[in-house]
């Protein structure tokens, strides 16, 4: 429901000209992580799994507790539950890291051989040429640089966005 809120959030404030990215969780690519807004430099994150340390506690950063929305009579009544589901998903999340580091493993090892064999003297030519193609009539302005993930390996398979 954090995802719902964030993207819900984002979806208004865009409504009000605010241009808005929206951050995809890898793990569920139909979720919301984060929502950042360039404009007035404020980045709403989820934190269930996204451990953030506050640098400046309540100076730049503000953390919002839903805790104090949460029907806790529910939660107590229903706590076995909440413990059982929440001790699986994370022995889950375990194995699911496990597996990947080792696939991370195989792939460095396949990507050694192609390295060994590419020609980066015409790699290089053929980047430069591109990059020359691409800056003709490039407008004066002072560039910005944006840093994201161009995909995921996720329980749903590899994903792009």
């Not at 984002?10 to 690519?29: P, T």
């Not at 507790?65 to 529910?74: K, L, M, P, Q, V």
């Not at 999340?93 to 003297?121: P, Q, T």
Request: proline share 2%; hydrophobic share 30%.
């Amino acid at each position: 429901w954090k995802s719902e809120f964030i993207k819900k959030l984002g979806e208004d404030l865009k409504d009000c000209g605010f241009n808005v990215d929206f951050i995809y969780s890898s793990w569920d690519v139909g979720d919301i992580d984060a929502i950042f807004i360039e404009d007035i430099k404020v980045c709403v994150v989820d934190g269930t799994y996204n451990k953030i340390e506050e640098r400046y506690p309540g100076a730049f950063e503000r953390t919002l507790n839903f805790d104090e929305y949460y029907d806790i009579d529910y939660l107590r009544d229903n706590k076995e539950k909440i413990i059982y589901y929440t001790d699986r998903l994370f022995e889950e999340y375990d194995k699911y890291y496990k597996c990947m580091k080792e696939a991370k493993h195989i792939h460095d090892i396949l990507e050694s051989e192609y390295l060994i064999g590419m020609d980066f003297k015409k790699a290089d030519s053929y980047t430069y040429e591109i990059i020359n193609k691409l800056i003709k009539g490039k407008a004066d302005k002072k560039p910005e640089e944006t840093h994201r993930f161009l995909g995921a390996m996720g329980p749903k398979g590899q994903v792009s966005f």
